[in-house]
C-alpha cells in the first residue's frame, strides 16, 4: 500500500500541479482545457482560491503526485456554499490510491469550511472518476450532452453532486 502525505498546497507546489495539468489538457478529456495553462495563468487560478475554497496536494516521497480544489461554482452570492471539485492525479500514479486520499481529505477541510454542496462535472469515459464519487457518496444528477469538443469528437459531461450533512 502506497503512503501520501496530504496537505495545503503552497505557491512552492505551483509547477509541479501545473505540470499534472497540462499533462490531462494534452492527453485526457479530463479537462475541457485544450492549450496549456501558463504559469501566470495558474497562479491567478491559486489566487482565487482560500479557506473556503482550498486547495490540497499529496505527495509520495516528497513529491507532489495529485491535487484537489474546491471552486467557486458561480459569482452570485446565493451560491456561496456551492463548490466545484476539480481533481487531477499525475499519470504514473493514477489507480494507486492517490485520488482517494485527496477525495477524503476535501471532504473533511468542505465540511470545517461549512460548505454546503459539492458538484463535479465528469467527462464522459472518465470511468475511474465516476467509480469514486461514487465511492464518496456522489449522486449523478444530470447529464449535459455533447457540450465539449475534444480531439475531434463531441463529449457528454456527467454532473454529480455530494450535499455535506453534519
Not at 444530470?142 to 457528454?156: P, S
Amino acid at each position: 500500500m502506497i503512503t501520501f502525505n496530504t496537505r495545503p498546497a503552497t505557491i512552492s507546489d505551483l509547477d509541479n500541479m501545473l505540470a499534472i495539468y497540462n499533462e490531462a489538457i494534452l492527453s485526457t478529456v479530463a479537462t475541457f482545457d485544450t492549450v496549456p495553462r501558463t504559469q501566470e495563468e495558474q497562479l491567478h487560478w491559486f489566487k482565487n482560491h482560500g479557506p473556503s475554497h482550498p486547495i490540497l496536494v499529496t505527495e509520495q516521497n516528497g513529491i507532489v503526485v495529485g491535487w484537489i480544489s474546491l471552486s467557486k461554482w458561480s459569482d452570485r452570492q446565493a451560491y456561496n456554499q456551492t463548490v466545484e471539485l476539480s481533481m487531477y492525479i499525475h499519470k504514473d500514479f493514477r489507480g494507486q490510491g492517490a485520488g482517494k486520499e485527496l477525495m477524503q481529505q476535501i471532504l473533511k477541510v468542505a465540511k470545517r469550511a461549512h460548505l454546503h454542496t459539492i458538484i463535479s462535472r465528469i467527462s464522459d469515459g472518465n470511468d475511474a472518476s465516476i467509480h469514486l464519487h461514487k465511492q464518496f457518496g456522489f449522486n449523478e444528477i444530470g447529464t449535459m450532452k455533447e457540450v465539449g469538443k475534444k480531439f475531434g469528437r463531441f463529449i457528454d459531461v456527467h454532473i454529480y453532486q455530494k450535499m455535506l450533512t453534519d
